[in-house]
Antibody, heavy 119, light 110 residues
């Protein structure tokens, strides 16, 4: 069925790195922009990054620019988020989401993966 | 710094009608911001309710509706039910590939 499944979360020390993955299935992955969205414990949702269907166009929130890198492998139907120089405030559940085909909204969500940055 | 504003909390009686709003610190919200709305219950992923201001996502009951009211985007729930008790988030598209979430509204049905 149509779904997104995140993986790669875990506990990492401040200043460390982590790579998240999102496996897509049930739809033509290469037709869609994709995004990462996060939610700190007990807090609201925060958009993190978009990547175009081809991977040629990328956008980041200011809070992660220069530290996080979004990428995709359309042959593997997978989305990635490389997170470097992690800080305590990056602790959150990270959701993979699909951007609507024609409009700027999120039409499909994964269940999320928890990243904890702590010493 | 663009801030998208939502009421922190709201309550509604079962069967009642409630309107949640989504504003912008820098000015009025219009359809050009492609307002969208999401419902989230604790421990769950968000669920898409409304996009492009007033289009219901597949499977969303018609008691959920979206609009522009005055200078804000709005989500109206008509005939609230107990399982509508959730957090509701709006998102506005700012252009140049930037989307901003509101802080969310915690809706209580009692």
């Amino acid at each position: 069925q149509v779904q997104l499944v995140e993986s790669g979360g875990g506990l990492v020390k401040p200043g460390g790195s982590l790579r998240l993955s999102c496996a897509a299935s049930g739809f033509i992955f290469s037709d869609y922009y994709m995004s990462w969205i996060r939610q700190a414990p007990g807090k609201g949702l925060e958009w993190v990054s978009y990547i175009s269907s081809s991977g040629n166009t990328i956008y980041y929130a200011d809070s992660v620019k220069g530290r996080f890198t979004i990428s995709r492998d359309n042959a593997k139907n997978s989305l990635y988020l490389q997170m470097n120089s992690l800080r305590a405030e990056d602790t959150a559940v990270y959701y993979c989401a699909r951007k609507g085909r024609a409009w700027w909204y999120f039409d499909l969500w994964g269940r999320g993966t928890l990243v904890t940055v702590s010493s | 710094q663009t801030v998208v504003t939502q009421e922190p909390s709201f309550s509604v009686s079962p069967g009642g009608t409630v309107t949640l709003t989504c504003g912008l610190s820098s000015g009025p919200v219009s359809t050009s911001y492609y307002p969208s709305w999401y419902q989230q219950t604790p421990g769950q992923a968000p669920r898409t309710l409304i996009y492009t201001t007033n289009t219901r996502s597949s499977g969303v009951p018609d008691r959920f509706s979206g609009s522009i009211l005055g200078n804000k985007a709005a989500l109206t729930i008509t005939g609230a039910q107990a399982d509508d008790e959730s957090d509701y988030y709006c998102v506005l598209y700012m252009g140049s590939g930037i989307s901003v979430f509101g802080g969310g509204t915690k809706l209580t049905v009692l």
